[in-house]
């Protein structure tokens, strides 16, 4: 008797749902220009309406692909100087869902745009906390010097991680002629 009368705790799921997907595209506006954000908008909600998958940026789309068991070769070694291009670059790799081969960004990414910053390491697997499985990550990414997320857009978390750059949103670039550390913008 008791448990029939307590709510569902799935009933919000929708409105949480609603309400992130708002909360992107006002991130997305602070970001892009109104008209790149409006074509966004479209392109994403005629897919959803119509059941077929479209892409945003210049990626096949991802719904119901399974990508290639193979593993993409790593153009980018650690000590390798790059430059991250800019958030207008990074979104136009993104597909429908916001990501690109898998992988989304997260707004303190926005910060690190147009710097330059030295490869700390590839990532080739990782360990996903919440079950402990290890994941092979077959679409190169690496991870760069003093790029930390700092938590400013998650509350202020004070986690400190490393976050995952795909090549394709980074630009080599030939070693700085003078030592600073990194993520210093050389002019």
Known sequence: ??????PDPRSGLRIRRIWWAVKKYVW?????RPADLVSAIRKTTKSSLSGQTTT??????????????????SMLKPGDWVRVKSATEIFAT????????GLGI???MTKFCGRQFRVFK??????????????????????LEGGICDGSFHGGCDRSLFIFWREAWLEKIPTPST????GVTQT
């Open 1 to 6: 008797m008791i448990e029939s009368t307590t």
């Open 28 to 32: 997305y506006a602070s970001i892009l």
């Open 56 to 73: 945003v940026g210049s990626l096949p789309p991802t719904k119901g692909v399974r990508y290639s068991n193979l593993v993409e070769a």
């Open 94 to 101: 993104l597909d429908a869902n916001g990501r690109h081969r």
């Open 106 to 108: 997260v707004p303190e």
């Open 122 to 143: 590839n990532v080739n697997q990782i360990c996903i906390e919440t079950t402990g499985e290890i994941r092979k990550i077959r679409t190169p990414t690496v991870l």
């Open 179 to 182: 030592t600073q550390p990194s």
